[in-house]
């Protein structure tokens, strides 16, 4: 794979066609104290720093959410969950079905370090897929993937039968894997799977960001 820095000519670095990017905001966020989203990040608000990234690399962007109000100062269509109370699997089949477009790229608004060209890489290797999803050690990282319309059945039936769990879909669709190693040229530091769940790691991140000098849509 090409490193990261290969400028516009770089095909990770071009808008992406025929996916939604859908942000999946309005947790409970009991850990942070508030709705982590409107949290300041580098002069500005968390959620600010994620629409910086998806604006430019989707024809369309939207927020799937637990309420409409809080988010509708942001630019873009807001989505409020088809089927309350499930979490964030909730807010996957929201986005899916609110989606103009076969497939949407869903992203926690806690991820402020995302990187574009591992979004447009994810988004890529969609069209053979019904889901494109990194993993690491860790696991799966599925509040940072590429998910098709084709879910939406397996994805209503677990949330009517309470199974929760994202990954427990992965077993009923197509799945791509990604190794995050494959994904090491565009984000050496692995920041973009970084989500912030306390003022701690919150903090951390911050710093990191600013330490590094970083703009939201840097390689």
Do not use: W
Not at 6 to 27: C, E, H, K, N
Not at 193 to 216: C, D, H, I, M, V
């Amino acid at each position: 794979m090409a490193p990261a820095g290969g400028g516009r000519s770089d095909p990770d670095r071009l808008p992406v066609v025929s996916v939604t990017g859908a942000i999946l905001a309005g947790g409970r966020s009991r850990r942070m104290g508030s709705n982590k989203a409107f949290l300041p990040f580098g002069g500005r608000r968390l959620i600010e720093h994620v629409l910086d990234v998806l604006r430019p690399l989707f024809p369309e962007v939207l927020i799937a959410a637990n309420e409409r109000a809080p988010y509708t100062a942001l630019g873009v269509p807001v989505h409020t969950d088809r089927i309350p109370g499930k979490g964030p699997l909730g807010g996957i089949y929201t986005a899916l079905a609110s989606s103009s477009h076969p497939r949407t790229f869903c992203l926690a608004c806690d991820m402020p370090l995302v990187s574009p060209a591992v979004v447009a890489r994810l988004c890529r290797l969609a069209p053979d897929y019904d889901v494109v999803v990194p993993h690491s050690a860790k696991g799966y990282e599925p509040l940072h993937a590429v998910y098709s319309r084709s879910c939406l059945p397996y994805l209503e039936a677990m949330l009517r039968e309470d199974r929760l769990r994202v990954d427990e879909l992965f077993g009923a669709v197509r799945v791509c894997r990604v190794d995050v190693e494959e994904l090491r040229p565009l984000d050496p530091h692995f920041e973009s799977f970084l989500n912030l769940n306390t003022p701690e790691e919150l903090a951390a991140a911050a710093a990191l960001f600013q330490e590094r000098g970083k703009s939201p849509c840097a390689p």
